[in-house]
């Protein structure tokens, strides 16, 4: 092959016009391919749910209905006890109650198995009971009327016979779940109670117990008959388990006229 200057010269040219055409041909190309960039599609925000949020804030004074609700000290509140979302562990369908006696909590079912979970207070020793129930009627701020048989172990409850008004001090509290049987009322009652350090505790006459502000959340959440499994634990043993003595003693004496049956 020849290495004359004349040659080189040639190949040198020749480099520089292919070099030159390739790039107008890259050039071309790249003029007629355009990269879309596709925006992110914007994040929504899942709907506030009160089941969440801060301790102090869920259980702050508050005007409810008219009355005045005072607040729940939540330093003295143990933190199991508090309102909160957990992993579902009855494996009940969504809408289910579920009481567990042994561990004082109530668990309101949801989709994606998930639960609310409340602190409750229970039956004291004599008035425990487990079984089934449905809530089929609800009421806020229910008159409490005791029954007869705990006026006669009570006397100094006679003069609420026909009625105890309802307010922050009445033994139902803010909100009243009434608990059905075959189409028969149980005359066991979720409700709210003025007693909040009574919550983990047995200290009730049979029904469960609620902070106020807790039973005002399950209220708004239980629109339609709810099925309710009081159970001793959530064992499989448990979970199989009938209804036992009931010894527990109704702490009303019937549903109000102007109750909301559920449907």
């Known amino acids: ?13 020749r480099a ?10 890259s050039m071309a190309l790249s003029a007629c391919t355009t990269t879309e960039v596709v925006a992110p599609p914007p994040v929504v925000a899942a709907p506030p749910d009160t089941a969440f949020g ?6 702050a004074a508050r005007t409810d209905e008219g009355y005045q609700l005072p607040a729940i000290p939540v330093a003295k509140l ?13 494996g009940e369908k969504p809408g289910t109650i579920v009481v567990d006696v042994s ?16 602190g409750v207070s229970l039956g004291k020793a004599g ?38 008004p309802p307010g922050p001090q009445s033994p139902l509290g803010a909100r009243a779940l009434y608990l059905f049987r075959d189409g028969k009322d149980t005359m066991y009652r979720l409700h709210g109670t003025p007693e909040w350090d009574s919550i983990g505790k047995n200290a ?23 099925q309710v499994f009081v159970r001793p634990n959530l ?29």
């Open 1 to 13: 092959m020849s290495d004359s200057p004349l040659f080189s010269e040639r190949l040198d040219r």
């Open 16 to 25: 520089f016009l292919g070099a030159s055409a390739f790039g107008a041909v």
């Open 54 to 59: 801060d301790t102090a804030t869920m259980y």
């Open 78 to 90: 143990d933190p199991k006890f508090v309102r909160q979302i957990v992993a579902d562990p009855t």
């Open 103 to 118: 561990e004082h909590f109530l668990y309101l079912v949801r989709d994606g198995g998930k639960a609310i979970r409340y």
């Open 127 to 164: 008035f425990g009971w487990t079984g089934s129930a449905v809530v089929q009627a609800r009421k806020k701020w229910p008159v409490w009327t005791p029954p007869p048989e705990m006026i006669q172990r009570r006397p100094e409850l006679a003069k609420f016979k026909d009625g105890m």
């Open 204 to 226: 009730s006459s049979g029904c469960v117990r609620f902070m106020n502000q807790d039973i005002i959340d399950l209220y708004s959440r239980v629109n339609g008959p709810a």
């Open 235 to 263: 064992s499989a043993a448990g979970k199989i388990m009938a209804v036992s003595s009931r010894t527990a003693e109704p702490i009303d004496a019937g549903v109000p006229k102007d109750a909301e049956f559920l449907k």
